[in-house]
């Protein structure tokens, strides 16, 4: 299930057994993980389970104590050009310069990239209704968010990097931010990586998913994947239990008496033949949300 | 925490205690090396009128450096506003805790330096003065928070603050010519009545601010920003990324050195026409006084340059924005360099110009006879100006690089460590040897500094070289530079040899410190952008 080479797809990230320590926390711990070219990919976690840090791997912000990082084939501290000049990135704290106005820093961030699309940028303006004679400064929140969504989708970048894009904003910003994830997808071969712990958007938008837990991946696997094989199997035992009978594949369990309730990971065929081995009956069985996956593989 | 002076007072020291030492050190550390310098060669005498004047410019750069560091340490009023108390106390308990944390600073302050230099700085009067200014100033920043008139109402308010002080050391239009020694009746009722003052508008202006209200605005800012869009509107596209870069520097930080020498040479001249309107010392400030301002800019200039940290919060680490641009540290460093040259050499420019059309061609043609005005000014300007934009430069740069790693505690440790260093040496020389015996071991110190500023550069430009951050180019060009202003200070003491050879060695290993940055500048950088 954690299987780090989820794709034949090339790679466009490729993180080989990243550790990083702040002092005595571990922040990332022998992180294996990637992301291969096209598609939308969720990186989840909790506060402090390492999204943030690991995206800053990613950008050459921190190089990795132990292991390696590669950006479209490049090391991202050795060659910042060649993979900042190929990424779209919207930071979790929207750092953007607050004495510039819109259209000073779309004129300024559009020569770093032979690639800036004016019409587009300009579509993008409009449509995120922005003056450009405003002072960063001046914008509200969900302004900033915009503007610094702009600046990182109008040269089209091969991978779009969002770090908690929707943290804090309204639903109508949240829509803009999802609207510009799957207008990136809809491009050949671009890839968004977007870490959040809004699980919902989260599974709206993403095919591949990656749950990163106290700096540990604890799941990698495709969304659909992730659905068919995490159940919630309600078993009926024959006769009253104080403790409930290990089942093959099952993360977390609770009820009581002879109704015992498990959060499973497993085909449903499997998880079937796994209850008449222990002589029970499926008296309820169904597929999980993405929040429910989330909390039962963090807990377990 | 019970109560909620308890709590302000313990978030003030616990938040700030260090910051305060450190500026506490930085506020000391001028006059320990001036007075340390000067006992070394057995000049000190505090009766000078000298030492008078010495005394003045010292205590308001201690009152100013310690100051800062208090209102930094303030935080921001606003986040105490949703605290359920009112707000006559918030500000009560955030103004005395602060001012009293001033006034001992400058007591102790002074009385460490009277035990250990005999130099007779007053304590009560300074002290009381300075915790005054203090709640004075504070005030008239939370009275126009946020507005255009900040700068200016600050301004007015210090320039009041600073004729008052001027006038307990004898007459304005004079050097100062006596030690405020006795805090008259008359003086307490002053300071007592600026402080109450003070409270007052601190409260009207947080009580304004807590409600949401704002300054009128009277559009003059709305004049100004269309001036000055008017000025630098430009739609056209940056010719490269570095084009871009350049200009983000520049109207980021680039024109703070410049502008504060216009403020401060505005500033020096409006004094002069109320205060002064005597040519010599009209010549003479712009001259000498200019050059020194130029240095002192450096400090302030090197920090501004330096700073790589995001505008929302108190760090210099490097923020996503700047550390996400496709860019090369090399480039990246070459271009922040290149915006300090241009800044050092515009505010070089903008105050060497009018000394030298002002004071030195006046005089030297003899459109203006000043038979009293010192000589130095006469003899000295040809190499005065360049070593100031020496100067200036070596410091800019310097400190801008050490601002570039973006680690306040390696600036905290070289501060205090040089602080430290500096106190021990003094201490060890003035208790452990004789009068011979400190001129050797100084003249050791002096060759031994040097020698470590040569080392260091050359070791800088060593890992900046075997990381590929500079080419050879740079190396050679950086050993020309250096070995050219070796060349000029050897020349300067073949046709006139005034400085010992310690001092020469001593220099020499300084200027080191010039070339410096074209090594350091893209290793703090590299070092700040990836962690």
Known sequence: ???????????????????????????????????????????????????????????????????????????????????????????????????????????????????????????????????????????????RARTGLLVALAHRPDLLVLDEPSSGLDPVVRRDILGAIIRTIADEGRTVLFSSHLLDEVERVADRVAIIHQGRIVLTAPMDEIKD???????????????????????????????????????????????????????????????????????? | MRTIPAALIWELFSRSRWQLLLMTCAGSLLPVLIYSALRTQGALAPGDSAFIVMHFALVQVNMFTFGAGLMQSLGPMSRLYAYPARTSTLVAWQLLPAMALMMLEMMATSAALNAVYGVRWPIWGPSLFAAVALSAVVATMWLTERSAWLPWAVGLVAAALGIWLKTRYGLLSNHPTHYWTVVTVWDGIW?????????????????????????????????????????????????????????????????????????????????????????????????????????????????????????????????????????????????????????????????????????????????????????????SWCWYLPVALIGSWTITTCLAALAMTGRQKLLFTLFFGGFAVLLGLNLFAEYALSQDQKLTFWRGVFIGFSGLMVLGTVLLFAMARR?????????????????????????????????????????????????????????????????
């Not at chain 1, 977390?252 to 959060?263: L, V």
């Not at chain 2, 460093?333 to 002002?358: E, F, Y």
Request: hydrophobic residues 45%.
């Open chain 2, 191 to 379: 300071l007592s009545l600026i402080a109450a003052a003070s409270y007052s508008v601190a409260v009207y202006g947080v009580s304004r601010n807590r409600r949401g209200d704002t300054w009128p605005a009277w559009g003059a800012r709305a004049w100004l920003e269309r001036v000055s869009e008017s000025a630098s509107r430009d739609n056209g596209r940056f010719q490269s990324p570095a084009a871009a870069q350049s200009w983000f520097e520049w109207r980021k930080k680039g024109w703070a050195m410049p502008g504060c020498v216009v403020f401060v040479m505005l500033m020096g001249l409006l004094g002069w026409s109320i205060f002064s309107r005597e040519p010599r010392l009209f010549i003479e400030q712009l001259f000498l006084g200019g050059g020194a301002l130029m240095c002192v800019l450096g400090l302030l200039g090197g920090l501004i340059l330096g700073d790589c940290g995001t505008q929302n919060y108190y760090s210099a680490e490097m923020g996503h924005f700047l550390a996400t641009r496709p860019m090369s540290n090399a480039r990246l460093a070459q271009l922040m360099l290149w915006n300090s040259a241009k800044s050092v050499g515009a505010a070089w420019l903008l105050w060497a110009i009018p000394a030298l059309l002002l004071s030195v061609v006046p005089v030297a043609t003899g459109m203006i006879a000043l038979p009293d005005l010192d000589p130095f000014v006469m003899q």
């Open chain 2, 467 to 531: 990381r590929a951050l500079i080419g050879t180019p740079t190396v050679w060009a950086s050993l020309a530079a250096w070995s050219a202003l070796i060349a000029g200070l050897v020349a300067t003491q073949v046709n006139d040899p005034q400085l010992p050879l310690a001092a020469c060695v001593c220099i020499g290993g300084m200027l080191a410190l010039a070339v410096a940055p074209f090594a350091g500048t893209p290793l703090a950088l590299a070092w700040n952008r990836t962690r």
């Open chain 1, 1 to 143: 299930m954690s299987d780090p080479f989820p794709s034949s797809a090339p790679a466009v990230v490729h993180i080989s057994r990243v550790t990083r320590q702040f002092g005595t926390k571990t922040a990332l711990d022998d992180v294996t993980l990637i992301v291969p070219r096209g598609g939308v990919f969720g990186l989840i976690g909790g506060n402090g389970a390492g999204k943030t840090t690991l995206i800053k791997h990613i950008l050459g912000m921190l190089k990795p104590q132990a292991g390696s990082v590669q950006v479209f084939g490049l090391d991202p501290v050795a060659n910042p050009v060649g993979t900042l000049g190929r990424i779209g990135y919207l930071s979790e704290d929207r750092d953007l310069p607050n004495w510039m106005r819109v259209g000073e820093l779309m004129r300024y961030t559009r020569a770093f990239f032979p690639n800036w699309d004016d019409a587009y940028a300009e579509e993008l303006r409009t449509a995120f209704d922005l003056d450009p004679q405003a002072k960063v400064q001046t914008l509200s929140r969900g302004q």
């Open chain 1, 229 to 300: 094989t995490h159940r919630r199997v309600t078993l009926r035992f024959g006769q009253s239990l104080d403790r409930p009978p290990t089942l093959v594949g099952a993360l977390s369990c609770a009820g009581g008496g002879t109704e015992w309730t498990y959060i499973c990971n497993g085909e449903s065929g499997q998880l079937r033949r796994a209850a008449d081995a222990l002589g029970a009956t499926v008296v309820d069985e169904a597929s999980l949300s993405l929040d429910e996956v989330f909390v039962s593989r963090v807990r377990s």
